[in-house]
């Protein structure tokens, strides 16, 4: 194992005066290039940007500015299964196989239980993380579902939690299927027109001379950088493919705040907006939940939904609160962004709503029970050393490549301090606060397995440390 080395972050927040002022801090505090952000509170919106749209050039961040929104493209994907829902050419329970006689799995004792509404919770079981690109045609859909024997089926379906983007390709096939037309066709037809976002983009071709910020790589020990990525392989476009701007963003937000309505338009009905708002699932962070395309918090301080993002140098991140009317988004164009938007978060949580949500204590473990959850936990994409270190855990994670099977000479190294049993918080620098989770959970068979959950995804163990 390499020498863990730790980067000291920012720790202390000014109390901001106004939006425009935070997202200017925040972007200094964190390096974070570039920030466009916003909040709607009972109908009326403010947005703010600053920094750079590609700091190489010195090209100013605008309203405008195109991101990347990652994840937050599930959303949109749900919004659309509940509509063709309504429509009467999907039904949330009925098996995908009856949509996909074709659909193969790994263990196909186990694909006839597998619904819509398993992949928009993400509680199918198989794993969920392949970005070969199979190309820009229509047939990349085909092509990637018909490798989905190869995926590895970790748990029973519908039975634990694990973040799942495959399932969304798979949503996005089913789409295909129902409707004759390309997912993006249908997307847009149906969510962006009827919405007017004339900023919100799904096919990568429709981007060039759109003003599309850029990404960058910031390193704390040797500065920033662009970092250009290609746009999403086709087929998981449903995951994460879609790019917009701040303004489209938040459009999007007030129609669910209204219930799947907007300016007299209805997109979905209100109580199918509502339904995705229900919690199905316990998610990997305490009070959160996932209901269909959301992740959902239920606080003493009040219920919010949200999701956020990432794909290359862009960072993005959604947040909601229904029952106070109030909606707040925020992109960055940057590797940062997540702590970048997480500090914005919580001043804007704190200064609209007097919202500061208590950060959980750490509690002690005995090094018998801390070293109970020790040993290499391994993924198609990852190794995961888990080891001592003090009152704590150490968590080295290897890169391995899915093509020729080669691990990365470099680690990232997390340090983990208890919050339970069987939950750990990421105290170092990078990824700080970020939950990891230990579980039992059988497999498909109902063999008892060991996997460890980062960021949604799940490993296996194959052997302890001693």
């Known amino acids: 194992m390499s020498t863990p080395q730790f980067i000291d972050w920012p720790t202390e927040q000014p109390d901001y005066a106004s939006l425009d002022?935070?997202?200017?801090?925040?972007?200094?505090?964190?390096?974070?290039v570039g920030i466009a952000a916003g909040i709607v509170r009972d109908g009326e919106r403010q947005i703010s940007v600053g920094g750079f749209a590609?700091?190489?050039?010195?090209?100013?961040?605008?309203?405008?500015?195109?991101?990347?929104?990652?994840?937050?493209?599930?959303?949109?994907?749900?919004?659309?299964?509940?509509?063709?829902?309504?429509?009467?050419?999907?039904?949330?329970?009925?098996?995908v196989v009856e949509y996909l006689?074709?659909?193969?799995?790994?263990?196909?004792?186990?694909?006839?239980?597998?619904?819509?509404?398993?992949?928009?919770?993400?509680?199918?079981?198989?794993?969920?993380?392949?970005?070969?690109?199979?190309?820009?045609g229509d047939d990349a859909y085909d092509k990637a579902i018909a490798e989905f024997h190869t995926l590895i089926q970790w748990f029973q379906p519908g039975s634990f939690f694990s973040y799942n983007n495959a399932g969304f390709y798979l949503a996005g096939q089913i789409i295909r299927r129902v409707t004759g037309k390309s997912y993006e066709d249908v997307l847009t037809e149906e969510i962006f027109k009827p919405l007017g976002l004339t900023h919100s983009y799904i096919d990568a071709d429709l981007l060039l001379n759109q003003p599309l910020a850029a990404g960058h790589m910031v390193d704390y020990r040797t500065g920033v950088k662009l970092h250009p990525a290609p746009h999403l392989p086709r087929h998981a476009n449903p995951a994460g493919g879609i790019v917009q701007s701040i303004g489209d963003l938040l459009t999007f937000a007030q129609m669910h705040l209204k219930h799947g309505e907007i300016?007299?338009?209805?997109i979905i009905s209100a109580e199918h907006a509502q339904l995705m708002q229900q919690p199905l699932i316990e998610a990997d962070t305490y009070h959160r939940h996932y209901g269909i395309g959301?992740?959902?918090?239920?606080?003493?301080?009040?219920?919010?939904?949200?999701?956020?993002g990432a794909w290359g140098g862009h960072r993005a991140n959604l947040i909601i609160f229904p029952e106070q009317n109030f909606a707040h988004a925020a992109l960055v164009n940057s590797n940062v962004g997540v702590p970048a938007y997480g500090a914005l978060e919580k001043?804007?949580?704190?200064?609209?709503l007097h919202i500061d949500n208590p950060r959980p204590d750490a509690i002690a473990l005995s090094s018998e029970e801390l070293g109970a959850r020790?040993?290499?936990?391994?993924?198609?994409?990852?190794?995961?050393?888990?080891?001592?270190?003090?009152?704590?855990?150490?968590?080295?994670?290897?890169?391995?490549d899915e093509d020729t099977g080669e691990e990365s000479v470099e680690q990232r190294f997390y340090e983990l301090e208890p919050l339970g049993e069987d939950r750990f918080r990421v105290c170092s620098p990078e990824s700080k606060d970020a939950t990891v989770d230990f579980r039992a959970v059988p497999d498909a068979n109902g063999n008892p397995r060991d996997l460890i959950r980062i960021s949604g995804r799940v490993a296996a163990r194959t052997t302890a440390v001693s």
Not at 60 to 77: A, D, N, R, V, W
């Open 101 to 136: 006689p074709e659909f193969t799995l790994s263990q196909d004792d186990v694909r006839d239980a597998i619904t819509l509404r398993m992949l928009l919770s993400h509680t199918s079981g198989f794993d969920g993380d392949r970005f070969t690109n199979y190309g820009k």
């Open 21 to 32: 002022a935070a997202v200017t801090g925040e972007i200094a505090r964190w390096q974070a």
């Open 294 to 308: 959301w992740s959902i918090f239920t606080r003493p301080t009040g219920k919010s939904i949200g999701h956020g």
């Open 263 to 266: 300016n007299g338009k209805r």
């Open 347 to 352: 001043w804007v949580l704190k200064h609209h």
């Open 54 to 95: 590609n700091a190489e050039v010195g090209y100013p961040m605008h309203e405008q500015s195109l991101f990347l929104i990652g994840s937050i493209s599930k959303i949109y994907t749900a919004t659309l299964v509940l509509k063709l829902v309504e429509q009467g050419l999907l039904d949330l329970d009925k098996p």
């Open 374 to 400: 020790t040993g290499i936990y391994l993924r198609h994409d990852s190794r995961m050393e888990v080891s001592l270190r003090g009152e704590h855990l150490l968590l080295a994670i290897t890169d391995i």
